[in-house]
């Protein structure tokens, strides 16, 4: 995967050509676990083409595995302001399987295959934790293709290995995969407490709480 400031001033690019010319505006969501369950939406905007006054030029479709978003009182507002956006149309159960070389459709996966055809594509890929997790640390009865590490979702210590510990990207639980959770994660893990001593059992748990900001507008600058 290419990634850098060079690649995002293509990216930039790539968009602002696109607002000229106009087309479908694809953005795709995976159906792994995602380190930033908001990331995807955060690109799904109608603001630049409203600033050009192109909006009319475009429309943006927004693929997803299941939900607009994991919470559903969440979901609902975005599925809102979806609607109050005039035009982005979500298409749920639609998973990108491939893309095919020579500037073809991409296919998704719903009951089956379908295409659908693309302007701008904005993909987020599948993802997964790093093969060093994968080997003996990962869960073996749940995300089996995704290698999130095992452990206690409160302390975040390994079920099988009492002095590894799983933070953030890399943790096997329900919810956390943002810096966010990072901060409250390291603040009650065992980590902190096996360094005081190694008898008695932790202090303080993890209590789930993390956190995924969402732009929805961008105001304009007021002096």
């Not at 792994?32 to 939406?41: D, F, I, R, V, Y």
């Not at 997790?133 to 206690?152: I, M, N, P, R």
């Not at 329900?174 to 360094?195: D, M, N, Y």
């Amino acid at each position: 995967m290419c990634t850098g400031p060079d690649y995002a001033a293509r990216t930039w690019q790539a968009a602002s050509d696109f607002i000229e010319r106009g087309g479908v505006d694809l953005f795709t969501r995976p159906a792994t676990e995602m380190k930033c369950a908001g990331a995807p939406l955060k690109h799904v905007s109608d603001r630049r083409p409203r600033q050009a006054k192109r909006q009319w030029r475009s429309e943006i479709i927004y693929a997803s595995s299941s939900t607009l978003f994991g919470v559903p009182i969440v979901a609902e507002k975005v599925r809102m302001l979806f609607a109050d956006r005039g035009g982005i149309r979500p298409a749920l159960s639609h998973v990108l399987k491939r893309i095919d070389r020579g500037g073809g459709s991409p296919r998704l996966r719903r009951d089956g295959d379908t295409e659908l055809g693309y302007d701008y594509l904005h993909v987020v890929p599948p993802q997964r934790a790093p093969r060093s997790c994968q080997s003996g640390l990962s869960w073996a009865d749940k995300w089996t293709d995704q290698g999130w590490v095992e452990v206690d979702k409160q302390t975040r210590c390994c079920l099988r290995y009492p002095d590894v510990f799983a933070l953030g990207d890399v943790a096997g639980v329900p919810k956390g995969k943002t810096a966010a959770s990072i901060v409250l994660e390291c603040r009650w893990s065992r980590i902190i407490w096996l360094r005081r001593s190694r008898a008695g059992r932790a202090r303080h748990i993890y209590n789930g709480y993390t956190s995924c900001p969402m732009i929805t507008r961008v105001e304009p600058a007021r002096c």
